[in-house]
């Protein structure tokens, strides 16, 4: 073999290995919302489903400002979602008393069965149905589970797609609660 045709295959390996490097990047930093902060969260005004746990008629994102939201996209018949509530409760709990809010946004296809899973699960955090303007105001939600980290001043900073482990729950709480 060649010493040319040695170097060549170098380089052609090291231009794919850094195309598919790049490829990676792209992708993770689009799932992890790095470029969200530059855009304004959308607001909603929504019915809260468990007043009585969580202590709220109506959530409208707006009238939080100066708290952390955590905006969570789930659905009852979605494994990921129901897998997630746990941690979202306790997370809730130790949290809000750092302005740290918490609401889930449930996009079933009915309301038939949410109020009564909340009941059931007794999740203390503000639960509200989708409407169709705030799924799209929020991309269209192709898959869920989704979260949306809004900051105090009411952008959104990240956007997790899938099921969020709890170390990043929490380290990107951590890091807005630094930023402001």
């Known amino acids: ?18 195309f598919f490097f790049f490829l990676f990047v ?3 930093s689009h799932d992890a919302g790095a470029t969200a902060g530059t855009r304004k969260a959308p607001d909603f005004d929504l019915r809260v489903l468990n007043p009585a746990l969580s202590g709220y008629n ?8 100066g708290h952390i939201v955590i905006v969570n996209f789930w659905a009852t018949w979605c494994p990921p979602c129901r897998h997630e509530i746990p941690m979202l409760k306790k997370f809730y709990k130790s949290e809000r008393s750092n ?8 996009v079933n296809d009915s309301l038939e ?7 059931q699960y007794h999740i203390a955090y503000p639960v509200v149905y989708a409407s169709s303007g705030v ?3 929020y991309g269209g939600l ?9 900051s105090k001043n009411g952008r959104m900073m990240f956007h ?3 099921e969020i482990s709890r170390g990043a729950l929490y380290g990107i709480t951590n890091k807005l609660l630094k930023m402001n």
């Open 58 to 65: 109506y959530f409208r994102l707006g009238s939080f400002r």
């Open 26 to 28: 792209i992708s993770f």
């Open 99 to 106: 302005g740290v809010i918490v609401v889930g946004i449930n």
């Open 142 to 150: 192709n898959e869920i589970p989704q979260t949306f980290f809004i």
């Open 135 to 137: 799924i799209s105001d």
């Open 113 to 119: 069965g949410v109020r009564s899973f909340v009941k």
């Open 160 to 162: 997790w797609v899938g």
């Open 1 to 18: 073999m060649s010493k040319e045709f040695k170097n060549r295959s170098i380089k052609i390996f090291l231009q794919t290995v850094l």
